[in-house]
């Protein structure tokens, strides 16, 4: 250390070397030895330490004190001595393993602290001389830091709290209780105090606006067209519906080449016939404008002011603008390589993306997962959820529907005639939907887009191998097929697609939507073609949860593993699943981290409260789980609750706070100013010194979030604030940045119920 003094030091002494009158703090000191790669420690030899302090043995090398092994090559002793200590002399010495009264003591002058800090010239080296070995020169590391007493007793009181063994118990209660009672703890009776006094509906409180927006048509919140565009690439052949009543105004030539038409840039075509020019097409990438009155009955306007043209059948279509074939190539942005990021993510989907990478520029690392299947099979379901998976564990990931690109272009009331194999003019629409959405997929891939789930039938091999073209050497695609033969499911589903589907929005009978869907249905089912080509996942009759079966032909990959074993215990069976912070507890009351306290007053009455919440809202559940953590918090606010199973998480444990466990903010802000703005700066990434992140939370969260998934009846999970905020929003679909934001507040319950509609939330204040 020499004989300059530290910031530290300086604090502890004034200008003619005595200590600072009223100052009370302590000196932590550590001793530490190191080995190189030319100086290894013998293996059967350990560093000590003695000196003239009686914590050192006072000289006497039989108490001589270990320093213990930290690391592969430094060995430490720490230990606490008074800031105006007695002036400590002390040596280094090897002592063998097997002889204890046997020693080598460090050549050289006694090494001496005073004030905490060295005297003389104490070398950076310890030397020894062993009997047959060549001396042996280790470098150490004297180190002396003031520490305040409250300091000390936080510390102290946190290695006491960590030092109570319950073994697998916490107050008795154990890690799982399949009966539900605790044989050391009876069930309590509320007191009037401590039950729910209303009903449960008194209780229920607005939910946030950006939460899940209930039962919605799952589709519509499938990505839009890239701004609204609605224009193909010079590679997508012309439909032949296009090349006849097309009305095209051409836009400004000094648009550049990347620019894409959207809804903005449509125009209503007005004047007499002859006012528009007629071209016919010299390519087969370019479109003929024809002059057609868009005021005659053939045309009409939709809700958004856009005038559309019913020329295949009674299927609308939006105008379309450019021609300019050398403004829609879509080749001009899907050959970069440069722009693909790493996964928002940490621990295995990290790990997972570098590994990737070090396979080099031709691993495909963008994926393309198709879907294929019948009308009511579920796909936009499964398509939906899977993207909410990808997106919580940090894979950039986009959900493209093409029945959404096919009503925005052509507009919502096709009959079912429009989807007959044998209406060319539906056929090629379809097509140039699909493709139209496709392309926005692979742009939005070569921009550092991961994953896009690609949502439609695709029941024919001419449609998928046009896809498969389509994403030649920009993405690896893989199939996954959804197969169901209950007829029940199917009914349900058909129930569900025309209550709200906006393609049967406009229809008000019932039965005449019916009979045109089973029509459609039937059209689809004459041209189906199962899926036997590439790499591909067949789930068959495994939507509801009962059995059923999955096959798998060519997947390989991490990130493919995993998709198959997150579909495997995915189901539409509905059930609520309960979140729930536990009771407030001491250190809550104080305003400090981590730990492991016991409930406050308030807490204590919130468990109770929570008990009869739990009995009355569960009351007709004939199978229920109540998930803890297993920290004593969360064990006790659910000991009451009683009748059904419970289990113990260690995956639900309150994220790591490292070394501030313990600490308050304010703390955090004096003693490590630089965590403390770390953390302000980027919550979701920041580590706590050994501790974690919320990316690392979110990772260890993942079997809990696939066993939720499997769970076919209700869940009540009691954690804690960071743990319910990553678990929030993945039901909430949320971005992970917004994680460490999401209102997690106490003594309130957040009621998701999951099912084939999607996501629903209810919320209960049981107290403040």
């Not at 499938?222 to 609605?230: I, M, S, V, W």
């Not at 260890?700 to 804690?720: C, D, G, M, T």
């Amino acid at each position: 250390m020499g004989n300059t003094r530290s910031k530290e030091e300086q604090m502890l002494f004034d200008e003619n070397g005595e200590r600072e009158r009223g100052f009370d703090k302590q000196l932590f000191l550590s001793l530490k030895v190191h080995q190189t790669e030319g100086n290894v420690m013998p293996t059967d030899y350990s560093p000590y330490v003695t000196g003239s302090l009686p914590c050192l043995g006072s000289w006497n090398p039989s108490k001589a004190v270990a320093l213990e092994r930290q690391t592969t090559n430094m060995w430490e002793l720490s230990f606490v001595i008074p800031a105006d200590h007695d002036t400590l002399e002390f040596k280094y010495l090897l002592k063998p393993k097997h002889d204890k009264e046997s020693y080598i003591l460090e050549d050289g002058a006694n090494r001496v602290l005073t004030g905490g800090r060295m005297d003389g010239d104490a070398p950076p080296i310890a030397s020894f001389k062993l009997p047959i070995l060549d001396p042996l020169e280790f470098p150490v590391t004297i180190k002396a830091d003031p520490v305040s007493p409250f300091t000390l007793a936080a510390s102290w009181r946190l290695h006491m709290e960590n030092l109570q063994s319950h073994g697998t118990m916490v107050r008795g209660i154990p890690d799982v209780s399949i009966s539900g009672v605790s044989a050391t703890l009876p069930a309590r009776k509320l007191t009037g105090s401590q039950a729910l006094e209303l009903d449960l509906e008194h209780y229920e409180i607005p939910t946030p606006a950006s939460g899940p927006t209930g039962a919605q048509y799952v589709a519509n919140a499938a990505e839009d067209p890239r701004g609204l565009q609605l224009h193909r690439s010079a590679s997508v052949p012309v439909p032949v519906s296009e090349n006849r009543n097309r009305m095209i105004k051409r836009l400004d030539s000094n648009v550049s080449r990347d620019r894409c038409v959207s809804i903005k840039d449509l125009v209503v075509l007005g004047g007499a016939e002859s006012s528009l020019p007629t071209t016919a097409p010299t390519t087969p990438g370019e479109s003929k404008t024809v002059g057609t009155d868009p005021f005659s009955p053939r045309f009409t306007q939709d809700h958004q002011g856009i005038y559309v043209d019913k020329g295949v059948g009674s299927s609308p279509r939006i105008f379309r603008v450019n021609t300019d074939v050398s403004l829609m190539d879509g080749d001009t942005y899907l050959d970069s390589d440069e722009t693909e990021d790493m996964p928002e993510a940490a621990g295995a989907v990290a790990a997972a993306a570098v590994a990737d990478r070090l396979l080099g520029p031709k691993e495909r690392r963008q994926l393309a997962i198709v879907l294929v299947g019948l009308p009511a099979r579920g796909k936009t379901f499964t398509a939906a959820k899977l993207t909410r998976y990808l997106r919580w564990l940090g894979h950039d990931t986009k959900h493209f529907n093409v029945g959404k690109y096919r009503r925005l272009k052509h507009g919502c009331s096709q009959s079912a005639d429009f989807f007959r194999a044998d209406n060319q003019e539906g056929v090629d629409a379809r097509n140039e939907v699909a493709i139209l959405a496709m392309e926005d997929m692979l742009a939005w891939m070569a921009e550092g887009g991961q994953v896009g789930v690609f949502d439609a039938t695709n029941t024919t091999n001419e449609r998928r191998n046009l896809l498969i073209k389509l994403a030649e050497g920009k993405c690896k695609v893989i199939f996954l097929e959804t197969i169901c033969n209950d007829r029940s499911v199917i009914d349900h589903n058909i129930r569900l697609k025309i209550q709200q589907s906006p393609d049967y929005s406009d229809i008000s009978d019932y039965e005449v939507a019916l009979q045109d869907f089973k029509t459609r249905l039937e059209n689809y089912e004459r041209v189906y073609e199962p899926v036997t080509e590439g790499s591909y996942i067949k789930m068959i009759d495994m939507v509801s949860g009962q059995g059923g079966q999955m096959q798998v032909s060519n997947i390989s990959g991490y990130l493919p593993g995993r998709i198959v074993f997150f579909l495997v215990n995915t189901h539409i069976t509905p059930r609520p699943i309960l979140l729930t912070r536990h009771g407030e507890s001491a250190d809550n009351v104080r305003g400090r981290i981590g730990g492991d306290p016991v409930l406050s007053e308030a807490g204590e009455k919130y468990a109770s409260k929570l008990s009869d919440f739990v009995e009355k809202r569960l009351k007709t559940e004939r199978t229920a789980s109540i998930w803890t953590s297993t920290l004593q918090r969360t064990v006790l606010t659910g000991r009451h609750i009683v009748g059904f199973p419970k289990v113990q998480w260690r995956a639900l444990d309150e994220i790591n706070a490292g070394v501030c466990d313990g600490m308050t903010y304010e703390e955090i802000k004096i003693d490590m100013p630089e965590e403390y703005a770390a953390r302000k700066l980027d919550k979701l990434r920041y580590r706590y010194p050994r501790g974690e992140s919320y990316l690392d939370v979110i990772q260890r969260l993942e079997p809990v979030i696939i066993e939720l998934e499997r769970q076919r009846s209700p869940v009540v999970v009691i954690a804690h604030q960071a743990i319910l905020r990553a678990l929030y929003a993945y039901f909430a679909d949320k971005p992970l940045k917004e994680v460490p934001h999401i209102e997690m507040p106490l003594h309130t319950i957040i009621e998701i119920q999951m099912g084939v509609t999607g996501v629903q939330e209810k919320r209960y204040k049981l107290m403040e």
